[in-house]
């Protein structure tokens, strides 16, 4: 021990699922330690998050939301390439202020992490490298390296929010992982048109190309296999921003700029079970996403909502208790179970150019098109999730 609180949840990983849960039970009186491996909170990381109006909610309840370097949007045009049917979904169609926000993610944390150093009851340590935990009987043992030294606490709830492989197979097991054929390539892109708060979804055979209006500028997101990633990262501008041109159309004008070419891989990973004695999974420590449709992050702030809610309203006797854990598993298991599954159908669905399925897709777009009360039920489940998440 290292006199901390011995009734404190650990949350491991000061990322946005873990900082919010943090700040969501130290809200309500439960007293937190957060432990992150980073410096600060304050990591120079400039990607792209796409929040949902349900996520807006939660961080705003925190007063984690940012007031500044935030574009709403209104609207999401989904079509596909060189096929029929096309369809747009629209915030004042489902009775919402926004279907979403883009921000990045230093901008985010640069919130967060004021609010958590002026939270009482929430101790923030950084540095911590956390080398296991050790689920028990009565409480958890988390023990990390810190400082030169190594720190041991125990805990009744260890929550792990961090996406680290080696220490969430120790705890929860194997994951169930699956590599996507596809690989994302990210870049700033500039069009002749002002970006304004609509946002597209564009299917093509190789994979989705995504254009996400942050300010004046566009966040692409352009999947594809890793050797056409390669090739497309090797292009001069001018070459890029043509081939761009092609693959897209012109619905958001003529591209003229492109910053920051960048790749990362996509993998389908999903632990079966989250749960284990005084130990908790949530966010990228459960379950990782193909970015298509932006449900990764969204769903993680849902259950580090449903946790808040369930911790703080069955008090101390209760925490970390089998019965606790076994509510949030089925509180959030058809949410996490629609999220995964939907995201990787429409990989499947749409990531190839067979002729029945690229026809059926193009009657799917044109009939989704034509039926608005789908359209305002699918853009409020991508907004709260499956059972309502965050938000009515």
Request: glycine share 12%.
């Amino acid at each position: 021990m290292d006199g901390a609180d011995p009734a404190a949840v650990i949350i491991v990983g000061g990322g946005p699922v873990g900082a919010a849960t943090a700040l969501g039970l130290a809200r309500r009186g439960v007293p937190v330690r957060l432990l992150e491996a980073r410096p600060s909170l304050r990591a120079d990381d400039r990607r792209t998050l796409a929040l949902a109006q349900g996520s807006r909610q939660l961080l705003d309840a925190l007063g984690a939301w940012p007031t500044a370097e935030v574009t709403a949007i209104d609207q999401i045009h989904i079509s596909q390439r060189h096929r029929f049917g096309q369809t747009v979904l629209t915030a004042q169609e489902a009775g919402m202020p926004a279907l979403g926000y883009i921000l990045r993610y230093n901008t985010l944390m640069a919130c967060m992490d004021e609010q958590v150093r002026r939270t009482p009851g929430l101790s923030l340590d950084t540095g911590a490298e956390v080398r296991a935990v050790l689920p028990g009987g009565k409480e958890s043992e988390v023990i990390w390296q810190a400082q030169g030294k190594e720190w041991r606490a125990r805990t009744p709830l260890a929550v792990l929010a961090d996406g680290g492989r080696a220490l969430t197979a120790q705890v929860f097991g194997a994951a169930r992982e699956q590599p996507y054929t596809q690989v994302a390539l990210v870049a700033q892109l500039e069009t002749d048109q002002p970006a304004g708060s609509l946002a597209y979804e564009r299917f093509t055979p190789e994979g989705p190309i995504a254009l996400l209006p942050l300010g004046q500028r566009y966040t692409l997101v352009w999947t594809g296999t890793q050797a056409q990633t390669e090739l497309r990262l090797d292009w001069s501008e001018d070459k890029f921003l043509n081939e761009l041109q092609a693959a897209f159309g012109d619905r958001a004008g003529n591209f003229i700029r492109l910053q920051g070419r960048s790749w990362f891989p996509l993998t389908l990973k999903v632990l079966d079970n989250v749960v284990r004695p005084h130990g908790v999974a949530i966010g990228n420590a459960a379950q990782t996403m193909h970015p298509v449709a932006g449900q990764g992050l969204n769903m993680g702030l849902r259950d580090a909502d449903q946790l808040i809610r369930l911790v703080a309203e069955d008090g101390p006797d209760s925490r970390g208790s089998a019965a606790q854990l076994e509510r949030f598993v089925a509180l959030r298991q058809r949410d996490r179970r629609w999220g995964v599954g939907f995201t990787h159908s429409l990989v499947r669905l749409f990531s190839n150019d067979w002729p029945i399925l690229s026809q059926g897709r193009g009657f799917g777009l044109a009939a989704l098109n034509g039926l608005p009360g789908v359209r305002r039920a699918l853009t409020r489940v991508m907004s709260f999730g499956f059972q309502g998440g965050t938000g009515g």
